[in-house]
């Protein structure tokens, strides 16, 4: 539970369901704390911690949700799975206590690489046993169910990864705020992204193109918001091209005031489900210049254009580079009457789950 899309989009959900109706626990599979861990206490949830899988584990993993079960039977209606990789695993048992269990996809899978074609071996039972599905995108459920659950609307849900509209619309004081502490002038023109440093969001091309960007706009500014694995590698990188410009700021819990600075949000992605920043960067009014690997599902509203990882990174700068002026466009309803005002999804859940508690017991 530290800040990423899916665990962002549970805690949205959280801070929004009625507690008094719905409460959730967690089960998180690290022995470290995590970012969001005080506020779930604070909000009244449970925090256990299981041991991170790994396949030489395996027997000592699933001893510990033998044991969970176990002891905790009574105490839960529903399992809502959103960790895919060992989802087989867990919903499994929790059926064979009684236990509701809700498979959730959150991504789609690359199958480009061993830990791609790992992800798919383990996860594929999922299909076999979870009583419902939920998916972020069709391309998500698809990616993981296969085609006949994905597109089944009875099995499989589309939940959108809804967000808090209002805190992300464009504020000309927050933009203001911002930039004056990055030291950022009002004339120079932003590429952001906001998202983890790991290898899926390619950080390295989204550099290349930022290179090239510098070319023909010496000024620009690169601003970087997030970690991860591959945060080091990235900073030798932009050693090694010699960038100047680029703002790494880490994770940020105010992810919304460092959209107002941007002009452009850049996402050459290798693979998505449906990014919940692409959702927030439309609620805050930005152009958005993502690859056609990102399911067009993402593409609430007409700020969002695809381009193929196959063009070159000059050909992505000389496309980025035509939103410099861009005016900045409010589209709050599009994405309300999209489905993506998280207390409207957040209601629609907690009724989901009372109602699996009703005629389940």
Same mark, same amino acid.
């Given at each position: ?5 899916? =665990? ?14 719905? @409460?959730?626990?967690?089960? =998180? ?37 033998? *044991? ?5 039977? *009574? ?7 959103? /960790? ?10 929790? %059926? ?21 074609? #790992?992800? !798919? ?18 391309? !998500? ?9 994905? *597109? ?19 504020? !000309? ?14 004339? @120079? ?6 998202? #983890? ?42 050693? =090694?091209? %010699? ?26 992605? /290798? ?72 207390? =409207? ?5 907690? *009724? ?10």
């Amino acid at each position: 539970m530290n800040r990423g899309g899916a =665990e962002t989009m549970i805690m949205n959900l959280y801070r929004n369901i009625d507690r008094t109706k719905v @409460q959730f626990d967690f089960v =998180e599979n690290s022995d470290k704390p995590a970012v969001f861990d005080e506020e779930i206490r604070s909000l009244g949830g449970q925090i256990f911690r299981c041991p991170h899988y790994s396949v030489k584990n395996h027997f000592t993993y699933c001893k510990w949700w033998e *044991n969970f079960f176990r002891i905790h039977k *009574n105490e839960y209606s529903i399992v809502h799975g959103h /960790l895919g990789s060992t989802a087989a695993i867990y919903l499994h048992i929790a %059926k064979k206590y009684g236990i509701y269990s809700i498979a959730h996809s959150h991504n789609t899978n690359a199958m480009k690489n061993l830990s791609d074609l #790992r992800y !798919a071996l383990f996860t594929y039972p999922t299909r076999f046993i979870a009583d419902h599905f939920f998916t972020c995108s069709r391309e !998500a459920g698809i990616s993981r169910y296969g085609k006949k659950i994905g *597109n089944d609307i009875e099995q499989c849900t589309h939940l959108p990864n809804a967000i808090e509209i209002n805190k992300f619309s464009f504020n !000309a004081s927050s933009r203001k705020m911002i930039r004056n502490m990055l030291g950022i002038a009002d004339t @120079q023109f932003v590429v952001g992204n906001i998202s #983890r440093f790991s290898a899926q969001k390619n950080h390295i091309f989204l550099l290349d193109i930022f290179e090239r960007i510098c070319r023909k706009s010496p000024n620009a500014v690169l601003l970087l918001v997030g970690d991860g694995e591959r945060r080091a590698e990235i900073e030798a990188y932009i050693a =090694e091209k %010699k960038l100047k410009h680029v703002i790494l700021t880490g994770v940020k819990s105010n992810t919304w005031d460092y959209y107002q600075a941007m002009d452009v949000f850049l996402m050459p992605s /290798l693979y998505e489900g449906l990014p919940v920043s692409l959702v927030e960067a439309q609620a805050s009014g930005l152009p958005c210049c993502v690859s056609s690997a990102v399911p067009r599902e993402a593409a609430i509203t007409d700020l969002v254009q695809f381009r193929s990882l196959e063009d070159s990174a000059e050909q992505w700068a000389d496309w980025v580079l035509t939103y410099c002026h861009s005016p900045r466009q409010d589209r709050q309803s599009e994405l309300r009457n999209a489905g993506y005002d998280i207390s =409207e999804t957040a209601r629609w859940l907690e *009724n989901y789950y009372l109602e699996v508690v009703r005629s389940h017991g």
